[in-house]
């Protein structure tokens, strides 16, 4: 198997600086709509041969050094007894938003192998399917990104709903964070029981957040996450990407992450510096600069490997999702680009 992706998230010497890319599963491939044609996004999730084939699409078609699992950071709060759909053009939408006591105490903390047997089933037939490919990375939402969306009953512009419960309700607030907490936990050691060989929790909407309301807010439940995984003796490297959250590495460093992503708002030397050794960073080409002019876009993986160079070990991967206007050759071009810019002697 490849495993130059899990070396590198360990600070282990590479021959060459891994890469793949977030939503690499998805809409910029053909071939993913293809399958996606007869199914509804969530019925896809459910049915682990569609998931599995969407999720070794970008191996085979890209030829990026890691699978990520196809599913989504909202499974977790359908689990937990929120009614979810995906509108067309609207994105995710919880019919019942989770605002007051009532809605909090209905909440369940579900059994991942029983409410969420069919992303283990996932996991379990990729991992055969991809033996001799590149190793499988299993994911959730972070506490306070999953609240956002159970909050506000979707995605949001300002997230007044989330913050007036943070302000006005906090003990309210802390209830569902515990809820949600307690749920990842469970959620992610199943994944790991099951075969995923690396974790990234997505805390999406972090960067919305001051220093003082992260800390109090929403990092003390990520960091909660990580320490217990760490804790249960996985050997699966964690990552943590705090999107949009240059401004708070000085706290997300102490996260018990092995590696934290980064969007493009910084540079790798940058935040290098700050998180110190020990860690190693994921990122963080702008998913924009994929439509450049491929000699453009080369100059930019560069700079990006450079930065890179400053880290105690570094996954090269986009900013954010990848753009579903991208067009595939591109997303191959800055692959390849990534490789043979970046190979050791
Ligand atoms: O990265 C991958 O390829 C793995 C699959 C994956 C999806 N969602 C598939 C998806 C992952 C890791 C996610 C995580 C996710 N989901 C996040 C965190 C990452 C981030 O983007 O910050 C968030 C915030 C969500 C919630 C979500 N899911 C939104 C807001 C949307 C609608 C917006 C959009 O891009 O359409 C989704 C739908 C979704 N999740 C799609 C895919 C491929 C599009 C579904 C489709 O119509 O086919």
């Known amino acids: 198997m490849n495993s130059t992706f899990l070396k590198a998230c360990r600070g ?16 910029y491939l053909p071939e993913y709509h293809r399958v996606r044609r007869n199914f509804t996004f969530l019925e896809m999730c459910k049915t ?33 007894g929120a009614p979810l759909d995906f509108l067309e053009k609207q994105g995710p939408v919880f019919l019942a938003p989770v605002r007051d006591k009532a809605a909090v105490d209905k909440l369940i903390i579900p059994d991942p192998e029983d409410k969420l047997g069919y992303v283990m089933a996932t996991i379990r037939l990729l991992r055969k399917e991809l033996a001799t490919k590149v190793p499988l990375i299993g994911f959730a939402g972070a506490p306070f990104t999953i609240a956002t969306y159970l909050i506000e009953g979707g995605s949001s512009k300002n997230f007044f709903l989330t913050k007036k419960m943070m302000y006005t309700a906090p003990a309210l607030y802390g209830r569902l964070l515990d809820k949600i907490t307690a749920s990842t936990i469970l959620y992610l050691k199943a994944q790991a029981a099951a075969g995923a060989q690396a974790l990234q929790l997505f805390d999406s909407w972090a960067g919305v957040l001051g220093p003082s309301d992260f800390r109090e807010f929403a990092f003390p439940y990520a960091r909660r996450i990580l320490k217990a995984l760490k ?46 050794p020990g860690i190693a960073l994921q990122g963080n080409l702008d998913p924009c600069a994929l439509l ?4 453009q876009l080369e100059q930019r993986v560069a700079r990006v490997l450079e930065q890179g160079r400053a880290a105690s070990g570094h996954i090269f991967n986009l900013g954010h999702g990848i753009v579903p206007e991208t067009p595939p050759a591109q997303a191959k071009f800055m692959v390849e680009a990534v490789h043979r810019l970046s190979r050791r002697q």
């Open 231 to 276: 804790e249960s003796g996985t050997d699966a490297p964690l990552i943590y990407f705090a999107n949009n959250g240059a401004t708070l590495l000085t706290q997300s460093k102490d996260s018990g992450a092995d590696v934290l992503g980064l969007d493009w708002r910084i540079n790798l030397d940058d935040a290098a510096r700050i998180v110190g």
């Open 12 to 27: 282990e010497p590479v021959d060459y600086t891994p890469v793949w890319m977030m939503r690499q599963a998805g809409r």
């Open 292 to 295: 450049l002019p491929p000699d």
């Open 48 to 80: 682990p041969e569609a998931a599995a084939e969407v999720t070794i699409q970008p191996v085979d078609l890209i030829g990026v050094d890691a699978a990520i699992l196809f599913s989504d950071i909202l499974v977790v709060p359908e689990a937990m």
